[in-house]
């Protein structure tokens, strides 16, 4: 019998980079349930926000650094499900479900587990077969996790835009998070960012766009939440409705 040991293979640190950020992003989602169980809820949501950007950093990295492994795209898998699907589920709850405390964790259930269903589906669509291109190398198919996470917490940047004035009932909010579970896990079409191209003579206005954005996140982060939930809603009916059309037409 051959027991001859495996040559030890070796790793540039730059490519344990992705990995570190993925862990930091699950850090930073567990953080968030800590600051909502202490009613610290606008703190919460921004560790829910640093979560989305690191998710949408650790994947170029290990392009960038040639470092993609099975295991990286695990760990990216499950903290994803915590970050986007189990926290932020925790955080309504906290914040405006206790009140109908049965009806609010049914509603905590189904957002999270559409939210691991739809990672599960784009675990087994991103595997390539036999060559082809991933199901959703061009566009999402349902609303995208972090997406997800970000819409299910537009009842808190209601509340936050107008205190004291606005507060919706505990069965909206439980309606809104199984609607929003419900788009996780549609088939409707939603574009993805890796492909969103445009001509080098418009980056000048694209970065200024989105220097506009960010400083209005940090201005008026509740406000500019809100709009770019409402905006990002429009988008998904707007696409829902050309998918329909192309049925129709296809049926005639």
Sequence with gaps: MDETPRPRRKLHILQLLPNLVSILGL???????????????????????????????????????????????????????????????????????????????????????????????????????????????????????????????????????????????AAAIALWMVAMGALMISRIRTPSLKRVTFYAEDARYILVGAAAVIAALLTYPWITLLALSVAYLGGILFVARGQLLALLRKAD
Excluded: Q
């Design 27 to 169: 850090c930073a989602g567990l953080t968030a349930i800590r600051f909502a169980i202490d009613g610290r809820i606008a703190t919460a949501v921004a560790l829910i926000g640093l979560a989305a950007a690191l998710d949408a950093l650790d994947g170029r990295l290990a392009r960038m650094l040639k470092s993609e492994s099975a295991i990286g795209a695990e760990l990216d898998s499950l903290g994803d499900f915590v970050n986007f699907g189990v926290t932020p589920a925790i955080i309504l709850y906290l914040w405006g479900l206790k009140g109908e405390a049965s009806l609010g964790w049914i509603a905590v259930l189904v957002y999270a587990i559409c939210c691991m269903l739809r990672l599960a589906r784009f675990n087994v669509g991103n595997k390539r077969m036999d060559g082809e291109e991933p199901a959703e190398r061009t566009s999402f198919i349902g609303v995208p996790s972090p997406a997800g996470a970000m819409l299910v917490l537009a009842p808190i940047y209601l509340a936050f835009c107008f205190p004291g004035d606005v507060r919706l009932p």
